[in-house]
């Protein structure tokens, strides 16, 4: 069962910054490290973004510099912000919780990124 709902995606110029949040569904506990993903058409799901709770932050060397993840952990929240936006950027965009003890815990919908002019 998913335990985080995605929003705040849309359709964005190149160049241009999109801030996603992860909410939690009701009764969602939290966990110690969140992260997003991205899946584009034809490709792999692949991990962007995570965030350990007190703020320990894992970037991608290739996407540091544009993507920042942040949490709330008193709201059980999390925010991936993208600046400089790029066409390989567009994706659907996730968020779950990782590590050796998270189980059972389903992708959600996700949001869709679309990057173009």
């Known amino acids: 069962q998913a335990q985080f709902v995605e929003s705040g995606g849309g359709l964005v110029q190149p160049g241009g910054s999109l801030t996603l949040s992860c909410t939690p569904v009701?009764?969602?506990?939290?966990?110690?490290?969140m992260g997003w993903y991205r899946q584009a058409p034809g490709k792999q799901r692949e991990f962007v973004a995570g965030?350990?709770?007190?703020?320990?932050?894992t970037i991608p060397e290739s996407l540091k510099g544009r993507f920042t993840v942040s949490r709330d952990d008193n709201k059980n929240t999390m925010t991936l912000k993208i600046n400089n936006l790029q066409p390989d950027d567009a994706a659907v965009y996730y968020c779950?919780?990782?590590?050796?003890?998270?189980?059972?815990?389903?992708w959600g919908q996700g949001t869709q990124v679309i990057v173009s002019s």
């Open positions: 779950k919780p990782f590590g050796s003890t998270v189980t059972g815990v389903s």
């Open positions: 965030i350990a709770r007190g703020g320990g932050t």
């Open positions: 009701p009764g969602a506990r939290s966990f110690d490290h």
